[in-house]
Nanobody
Framework: QVQLVESGGGSVQAGGSLRLSCVAS????????MGWFRQAPGKERERVAA????????SYADSVKGRFTISQDPAKNTAYLQMNSLKPEDTAMYYC??????????????????WGQGTQVTVSS
């Protein structure tokens, strides 16, 4: 059973920073991307950022471009999300995911997706 464990969430003021981490219990066969998604109360889950575990290509939601950076340490099966210049609208539960995608920028998700349990990020104004 694969487990994804997120950490690093918390409460910050607007303009602050947080760094999320996601550790996979083992290499996930059948996946080639790790990503971060978020879901705010009453809203649909949205994709925030993703990184190819094979080529390192990245993709970001328009709402976080220039503020968030996704990175990885393949040797540790770990992905990170550095979040700077946080805004109240970034408040959400953040989920880590491992999945297979058709492109090097991790678009075109297909097959099974593995999810973490989530970590809460709250940004106050």
């Amino acid at each position: 059973q694969v487990q994804l464990v997120e950490s690093g969430g918390g409460s910050v003021q607007a303009g602050g920073s947080l760094r999320l981490s996601c550790v996979a219990s083992r290499y996930i066969y059948g996946s080639n991307c790790m990503g971060w998604f978020r879901q705010a109360p009453g809203k649909e889950r949205e994709r925030v950022a993703a990184i190819s575990t094979t080529g390192g290509g990245t993709s970001y939601a328009d709402s976080v471009k220039g503020r968030f950076t996704i990175s990885q340490d393949p040797a540790k099966n770990t992905a990170y999300l550095q979040m700077n210049s946080l805004k109240p609208e970034d408040t959400a539960m953040y989920y880590c995911a491992a999945f297979y995608a058709r492109t090097q920028r991790c678009t075109g998700m297909t097959g099974s997706t593995y999810w973490g349990q989530g970590t809460q990020v709250t940004v106050s104004s």
